[in-house]
């Protein structure tokens, strides 16, 4: 028994014996750049690594095939403009979906501020037994129409930031225009 511990040991200090002397001393200089060159560490003022080793895993190169590097090269040629028509109804798309959006967040405000009432809503099930319950509830409340009015606000940002639907009067007026020429 006592040759075999003495053996173990053997092999345990002779495995991490031949593990120290195969890692070289490694040198942090910057953020991801490590060598185990100490000339060139002491060059850049290279810090030395504690602790732990480094594993380096070089990156795969992104190669460019032909399908996309045409469009890119015939678009260089071309504009990029988008028609003036087309770029009005995606405008008034856009107004449509945050006047929507607006209108859904308005819905749900009510809703929030009819249970909340004031800071007293109903009680319900447990909670007239369980009264932290209540007060989490109440506190949810009041945090989610906090939310909800911080949406319709930015929601409101955005519709005056996208431009204004046309007015009626100002296209019917070219049209007015046309037929008084005529």
Same mark, same amino acid.
């Given at each position: 028994?006592?040759?075999?511990?003495?053996?173990?040991?053997?092999?345990?200090?002779?495995?991490?014996?031949?593990?120290?002397?195969? &890692?070289?001393?490694?040198?942090?200089?910057?953020?991801?750049?490590? =060598?185990?060159?100490?000339?060139?560490?002491?060059?850049?003022?290279? #810090?030395?690594? &504690?602790?732990?080793?480094?594993?380096?895993?070089?990156?795969?190169?992104?190669?460019?095939?032909?399908?996309?590097?045409?469009?890119?090269?015939?678009?260089?040629?071309?504009?990029?403009?988008?028609?003036?028509?087309? &770029?009005?109804?995606?405008?008034?798309?856009?107004?449509?979906?945050?006047?929507?959006?607006?209108? $859904?967040?308005?819905? $749900?405000?009510?809703?929030?501020?009819?249970?909340? #009432?004031?800071? #007293?809503?109903?009680?319900?099930?447990?909670?007239?037994?369980?009264?932290?319950?209540?007060?989490?509830?109440?506190?949810?409340?009041?945090?989610?129409?906090? $939310? =909800?009015?911080?949406?319709?606000?930015?929601?409101? $940002?955005?519709?005056?930031?996208?431009?204004?639907?046309? =007015?009626?009067?100002?296209?019917?007026?070219?049209?007015?225009?046309?037929?008084?020429?005529?």
């Amino acid at each position: 028994m006592d040759l075999k511990h003495a053996l173990l040991t053997f092999v345990v200090v002779l495995t991490g014996a031949s593990t120290v002397v195969a &890692q070289d001393r490694m040198f942090k200089c910057g953020n991801n750049v490590y =060598t185990n060159d100490p000339a060139a560490a002491k060059d850049k003022n290279c #810090k030395p690594v &504690q602790g732990g080793n480094v594993s380096v895993i070089p990156g795969t190169a992104v190669k460019a095939t032909a399908s996309t590097a045409s469009p890119a090269s015939g678009a260089a040629g071309q504009s990029q403009k988008v028609d003036t028509n087309d &770029q009005r109804a995606r405008d008034a798309d856009a107004r449509g979906v945050l006047e929507a959006e607006l209108k $859904r967040a308005e819905a $749900r405000r009510a809703e929030l501020l009819a249970e909340y #009432k004031d800071g #007293k809503p109903d009680h319900q099930g447990i909670e007239s037994r369980n009264h932290q319950r209540y007060l989490d509830r109440v506190a949810e409340l009041k945090a989610a129409i906090a $939310r =909800t009015e911080s949406d319709i606000a930015g929601i409101r $940002r955005e519709l005056g930031r996208a431009p204004a639907p046309p =007015t009626p009067s100002a296209s019917g007026a070219p049209a007015a225009a046309a037929s008084a020429a005529k």
